[in-house]
Each structure stands twice: as structure tokens, then as C-alpha cells.
């Protein structure tokens, strides 16, 4: 199983913290929390293959639809899909559309539980992606915008990408450590009858649509 870049010095560090606990246990005892808290840190950071479809927005992220509005951006009406991720999902994210970097912004913020209506201020990190013309796709849906968002326990959001790199549907762009949330802002045109998902619906990254886009 391919584990996402990074996961190992965490399962390392889990496994010290669980050796310097268990030490008055004996042994045996140290060894197997220590390899239990590496192997379950290494199954959160798993990073499985996915087929993605031939069109459509599909989701940034495996986990359950939080949010499905419409909201004001940049003087455009756009529609926010926002996916919470818990300990059990897949943590690696992928790009819901075909295009290119535009840019990365990080922005700091408070580390509030990733379901709650406060955590759109939590730190996060905005990928912006281009939708050019030189893409098999039509270009007038526009560029659009994925948001990993930090969690109460999650404290290290790792993208993957650069401005000017060019992304395939389904590709990967990056993982949060230890949480939580995913959102993408669709492209200017997009409206809530194209959006295919509903709040408390699941989905995996890369492969479920989420719009008709």
C-alpha cells in the first residue's frame, strides 16, 4: 500500500511515545504499543489507487458531504461542496477537475473541529487551479478552488503541488496529517442543480462526481 510522502517520521514518532509509555509494563508490552501506534499511523496516511471518471467534478476527498450552498466570490455567485473527513477515511486529496496551478495561499487560523461552522476559520490552505484552454475540456466553467482545512488534531497540511503545474482529474495535491476537512469552490456558472451529492452523503476521492461540471 502506498503511504502518503511524510508518514513515516509520525509513525516513528509514535512509536518512541509509545515505547516511553508502556516502559514500566515490561517489554513485550512496550514493543506492542509502540508497533500499534506506527502501523495505525501509517493506516491513516494510506493513499490507495483510484480510477477517476471521464468527466464531471468528482471529490477532493474521501469522507461525508458537510456542506453543499451557494455563496458570494469575487462578485460571482459559486457553489461551496465541503467534505469532512474522520479518522477512518483516506487523508490524501485529489484535484476534482482537469487544469493548471494558478497559485497555493496559506492562511493561518484556529484549529476548531473540522464539522463544526467555525472551522472555515480554521488554517488552511487554498489551491487555486486554471482551467486553460488547451485542455480537452470546455473552458468556459472556469478555474476553481480546492481548500484543505485543518481540524481540531490535525496540525500539518502537506500539499503536494506548485503554481504552474498541470493537474489530471483524480490527481493527488496533497493530505492533511490528522484530519479533517476538504472543500472545493466550482467554477463561476455552476449552480446547486449540477451539484450531484447531498449533505451526509459519502465519497471517495478521485472517483465519486460531485457535479455535472
Do not use: C, W
Amino acid at each position: 500500500m502506498r503511504i502518503a510522502p511524510g508518514a513515516v517520521r509520525y509513525a516513528v514518532a509514535a512509536a518512541l511515545a509509545g515505547l516511553a509509555t508502556a516502559r514500566r509494563l515490561g517489554r513485550r508490552a512496550a514493543v506492542a504499543l509502540a508497533l500499534l501506534l506506527a502501523g495505525a499511523v501509517l493506516a491513516f496516511h494510506r493513499d490507495p489507487e483510484r480510477t477517476p471518471p471521464d468527466d464531471g467534478a468528482v471529490a477532493p476527498a474521501d469522507g461525508v458531504v458537510s456542506v453543499v450552498r451557494t455563496e458570494e466570490h469575487d462578485g460571482d455567485a459559486r457553489v461551496r461542496v465541503g467534505i469532512y473527513m474522520n479518522a477512518a477515511n483516506v487523508h490524501v486529496n485529489r484535484a476534482p477537475l482537469p487544469g493548471t496551478v494558478a497559485s497555493i495561499e496559506h492562511i493561518d487560523g484556529g484549529h476548531r473541529l473540522a464539522f463544526s461552522k467555525d472551522s472555515e476559520h480554521n488554517e488552511r490552505v487554498h489551491v487555486d487551479i486554471a482551467r486553460e484552454a488547451d485542455t480537452d475540456e470546455a473552458t468556459d466553467d472556469g478555474d476553481y478552488r480546492v481548500t484543505l482545512i485543518a481540524g481540531a488534531f490535525a496540525r500539518r497540511i502537506h500539499p503536494y503541488v506548485e503554481a504552474g503545474q498541470p493537474l489530471a482529474r483524480g490527481e493527488r495535491i496533497g493530505h492533511i496529517s490528522f484530519g479533517s476537512r476538504a472543500d472545493v469552490l466550482l467554477p463561476a456558472g455552476v449552480t446547486e442543480d449540477e451539484v450531484l451529492v447531498e449533505a451526509g452523503e459519502t465519497t471517495r476521492a478521485g472517483e465519486t462526481r460531485i457535479a455535472d461540471v
